[in-house]
Nanobody, 123 residues
Framework: QVQLVESGGGLVQPGGSLTLSCAFS????????IAWFRQAPGKEREGVSS????????NYAASVRDRFTTSRDNTNHRAILHMNSLKPEDTGLYYCAAARAYYGLDQEKYSYWGQGTQVTVSS
């Protein structure tokens, strides 16, 4: 059974940093792409970043490129989203999701989802 559990969310001031973690289980560590999505109140869910199973391919939304970095540790079954220079518009519920192939930020292709972790950027 595939499971994804996010952690690391919280309240941070603008300009601050936060690191999210996604613990995954139920599939071979290097077999699935892991992506991050977020949903702000009153807005549609949007893609943030993705990383393929081997960690060779990465993709970022334009709004977070140069500020966010995604990585993965397949030995410990974990994906990481490190967020720098956070802005109030980064506020939202952050989800990690898994897919068998590399689909970038096409959320309809992702079959498995975590419950999300809240990130709030506010002074």
């Amino acid at each position: 059974q595939v499971q994804l559990v996010e952690s690391g969310g919280g309240l941070v001031q603008p300009g601050g940093s936060l690191t999210l973690s996604c613990a995954f289980s139920g599939f071979g560590s290097d077999a699935y792409t892991i992506a991050w999505f977020r949903q702000a109140p009153g807005k549609e869910r949007e893609g943030v970043s993705s990383i393929n199973g081997e960690g060779k391919w990465r993709n970022y939304a334009a709004s977070v490129r140069d500020r966010f970095t995604t990585s993965r540790d397949n030995t410990n079954h974990r994906a990481i989203l490190h967020m720098n220079s956070l802005k109030p518009e980064d506020t939202g519920l952050y989800y990690c999701a898994a897919a068998r192939a590399y689909y970038g930020l096409d959320q309809e292709k992702y079959s498995y989802w975590g419950q999300g972790t809240q990130v709030t950027v506010s002074s």
